[in-house]
């Protein structure tokens, strides 16, 4: 198998590379078919990022300076695996015409590239924590009507449908999974994304947890170990046209997460209230069952054990320095 990845040098992305090339051969798949894994990145920053992480991995640039897609880039691949997003929800917020632009119309010239180069699957990474927008009851299922009410998850819920309809007309497989909450990553983030790494980052750094948000909100925390696991099984499952939750179906507040800090880092964490506004998605916490009977899925790591491993990650870090 063939696998072609967006966003490689990014959170997950990173996860993901990692195991792909993890093992005593690296070079065959669980199900024992040949692996060849390919990195795709959107700008020369990205491409440098790759090869300092991966000098031994093929890596390739995926626009020319005019954003078009070099069609080299995908000769040869079986699965695409799109997880390269320039937005996270506060920036798309402030400029939507611009995360058009760069994730939704950028995303089909790269379908089109796909086609193109005999690709037969890709599998988007979309988002559950924000395509559904407000809803109730929980957990969410991935068969109700879809409402969501920040510019980020109308981008990726557009980018869903013009994948479903790219693929009907071309013969070609899809897998959309909608994440909750990924966490876990001991990687300080250039961009403004994962309340509990941030959180962690303060206790570490002994500064005041600033809250804005009221601490009823509730979230589907998934541990990026399982989201690795879900876009591995999605590889090599015999299911396509497919949209999956990828979540635990737990959901755990603000204020429940505050008290699992507490105790997992033995600190007398420090909270300053600035607000409690109330969120623009109150609740969300998704419904797994779908991926667990079509793929196998299901989270195994538990929330306090996930924090438990970041916070040790963190503190090491901080050691080292």
């Known amino acids: 198998m063939r696998v072609a990845i967006t966003g490689a040098s990014g959170f997950i992305g990173r996860h993901l590379v990692q195991r792909l090339l993890a093992g005593p051969d690296h070079s065959v798949m669980a199900d024992g078919s040949a692996l060849e894994v390919r990195v795709l990145a959107s700008s020369e920053v990205g491409f440098a990022r790759c090869e300092a992480l991966w000098p031994q991995v093929q890596r390739h640039l995926l626009f020319d300076p005019e954003g078009a897609v070099l069609m080299d880039a995908l000769d040869g691949m079986d699965v695409l695996v799109h997880m390269g997003w320039s937005s996270v929800p506060a920036v798309a917020e402030k400029d939507p015409q611009l995360d058009q632009m760069q994730n939704v119309a950028a995303g089909l010239r790269l379908l089109d590239a796909a086609t193109h180069a005999g690709v037969r699957r890709v599998i988007f990474l979309s988002s559950g924590g924000t395509v559904y927008g407000p809803r109730s009851p929980m957990p969410i299922k991935e068969d109700v009507v879809a409402h969501p009410n920040t510019a980020y998850g109308i981008s ?21 999974l909608r994440p909750g909450n990924v966490y876990g990553d001991p990687m300080p983030r250039i961009r403004p994304q994962g309340v509990i790494e941030h959180w962690l980052a303060c206790i570490a750094a002994d500064r005041p947890i600033e809250i804005w948000s009221d601490l009823e909100v509730t979230r589907d925390f998934v541990h990026v170990d399982d989201m ?31 008290e699992i800090l507490r105790g997992v880092t033995g600190k007398d964490v420090i909270v300053d209230v600035r607000g409690a506004t109330s969120a623009i998605i ?8 779908q991926a667990a009977a079509l793929t196998g899925f299901r989270a195994e790591v538990e929330l306090g054990q996930g924090v438990a491993k970041l916070w040790q990650q963190i503190a090491a870090g901080r050691e080292l320095k």
Do not use: W
């Open 228 to 258: 690795v696991r879900a876009i591995l099984l999605s590889l090599t499952t015999a299911s396509n046209d497919l949209v999956l939750n990828v979540g635990t179906g737990v959901g755990t507040s603000l204020g429940q997460l505050l």
């Open 282 to 289: 109150p609740h969300n916490v998704l419904c797994p069952e």
């Open 156 to 176: 990726k819920l557009m980018f869903e449908q013009y994948l479903r309809l790219h693929a009907q007309r071309n013969n070609l497989e899809s897998i959309v």
